[in-house]
Nanobody, 121 residues
């Protein structure tokens, strides 16, 4: 199995910054894509940003220019730097990783437990 531990959420004023971290551990042969999703009350979970094993990134239009996703492959960790935060960024943020657990080509998807981000004055 694979475990994901998230950290870095909290309460911040509009215009402020937060950095989320998600560390993966367990039965990992290699990690494919790592990403962050969020879910606000009454809304569906949506992709915020993702990063491939080669470093290619993808962002939701609503966060482009404000959020930056990065990864440290040596630590099996993905980060989300969130700047210029807005009240509409308030949500539970979930880490998502797609891994190979062995040398076989099977891919497995895992989710973190979620971390609350609240943007409010």
């Amino acid at each position: 199995q694979v475990q994901l531990v998230e950290s870095g959420g909290g309460l911040v004023q509009p215009g402020g910054s937060l950095r989320l971290s998600c560390a993966a551990s367990g039965s990992i042969f290699s990690i494919n894509t790592m990403g962050w999703y969020r879910q606000a009350p009454g809304k569906q979970r949506e992709l915020v940003a993702s990063i491939s094993s080669g470093g290619s990134t993808n962002y939701a239009d609503s966060v482009k220019g404000r959020f930056t996703i990065s990864r440290d492959n040596a630590k099996n960790t993905v980060y989300l730097q969130m700047n210029s935060l807005k009240p509409e960024d308030t949500a539970v943020y979930y880490c998502n990783v797609i891994v190979r657990r062995t040398s076989a080509l099977n891919l497995y998807t895992y989710w973190g437990q979620g971390t609350q981000v609240t943007v409010s004055s």
